[in-house]
């Protein structure tokens, strides 16, 4: 006897996508918990005192929990609509998955899109960061600017169509919006990830063609590369694009699941920072001309060191009396007391 729904498998498939990506998304929203306490904890301390950047470290804090409000209302809501095609209406025609399609829901649409906003501008601020002394700084700047503003042109529109009651239920209304918003911010995504990923690789190469092998490997370690260019928000995003163009039910799983990484991502940047292991602005000083850099090589080699001096010392034994108290502004004891002892035999004598 078989408990299977008389359903076909790729409704059934799909149906599984939407369950299994609500549920890997609570365990993304757990590691945007840590992330955020974390970065709490590093900045804090340095938001409350007014040390050099202070103004920074504050701006990164309210930045960070402007995040985790995002990522909290993302998941409970996304959690709400899940339970909502699953339960609720899970009579619903064509299943859960024909629900989840057609419901839209006004907040979680709102998180998406703002969380989206933040990890693409956090992204294209960290690249400027990377090519500031560089002569790309301005043209970079400006590309950035003007992919910017064409996502927050076609995120609004689709915010705004997506929550209309009357219109959220229309697809190619939704959709049509939708593409020309995920391409924007995909061209974001990629774009200045592999500008941040091509200057660390330029940055290691060339201080380790200056200082050696290994002195590289701070600011363009594997790691570094990873977190720095924000390559886990480029790579979900593929993952949900493409099965989307080619409706994939999987693409399901992926869009849930960049709601948090959306939140994720930037927050490994600020962690970074704030533990003082990001690129700061003083990072391209290998740029500047003013500052001479040599080989190991070149460098000049240290004279070489003085012969060893031997000291030999010897320990001999000291004879003293009692006697010799009497007199402590004599060095030697033993000279203090025969004087005593001549004294007084002279005295006796006298007497």
Not at 26 to 47: E, T
Not at 198 to 211: E, F, T
Request: glycine content about 6%; charged content about 10%; overall charge neutral.
């Amino acid at each position: 006897m078989s408990y299977r729904p008389d359903e076909s498998d790729a409704l059934i498939y799909a149906e599984g996508a939407w369950l299994q990506g609500a549920i890997v998304t609570g365990v993304l929203y757990g590691v945007v918990i840590v992330l955020a306490a974390m970065c709490w904890r590093s900045l804090w301390p340095r938001a409350q005192s007014r040390s050099t950047n202070y103004k920074m470290n504050r701006f990164l804090l309210c930045y960070v929990a402007f995040l985790f409000v995002i990522g909290t209302i993302y998941v409970a809501f996304n959690s709400q609509i899940t339970q909502m095609g699953f339960i609720d209406n899970r009579l619903y025609p064509n299943g859960p998955s024909a629900y989840e399609e057609a419901t839209s829901s006004p907040p979680l649409n709102t998180a998406f899109v703002l969380s989206d906003w933040c990890a693409d501008l956090l992204m294209i601020w960290r690249c400027t960061v990377v090519y500031r002394d560089t002569r790309f700084y301005h043209i970079i700047v400006g590309l950035g600017s003007l992919l910017f503003l064409g996502t927050i042109v076609t995120g609004t529109l689709w915010l705004v169509i997506v929550s209309t009651p009357a219109q959220s239920t229309s697809g190619w209304m939704s959709v049509g919006l939708l593409f020309p918003y995920l391409c924007f911010s995909l061209a974001i995504n990629i774009f200045f990830s592999l500008l941040t990923v091509i200057r660390l690789l330029y940055h290691r190469h060339r201080i380790s063609r200056v200082l050696g092998s290994g002195h590289g490997a701070f600011y363009a370690s594997f790691a570094a590369i990873i977190i720095e260019s924000a390559a886990i928000y480029s790579i979900c995003s593929l993952l949900y694009l493409i099965p989307y163009i080619l409706n994939i039910s999987i693409s399901y799983a992926f869009m849930q699941l960049l709601g948090e990484v959306q939140v994720v991502a930037p927050l490994l940047i600020i962690y970074r920072i704030a533990e003082g292991k990001g690129w700061k602005n003083y990072s391209t000083t290998l740029n500047n001309n003013s500052i001479p850099l040599q080989r190991p090589s070149d460098l000049p080699k240290p004279a070489s060191p003085a012969a060893p001096l031997n000291v030999e010392i010897s320990f001999h034994p000291e004879i003293t009396s009692d006697q010799s108290i009497r007199s402590p502004k004599s060095p030697y004891p033993m000279e203090s007391t025969l004087k005593y002892e001549n004294e007084t035999g002279a005295l006796g004598r006298a007497v």
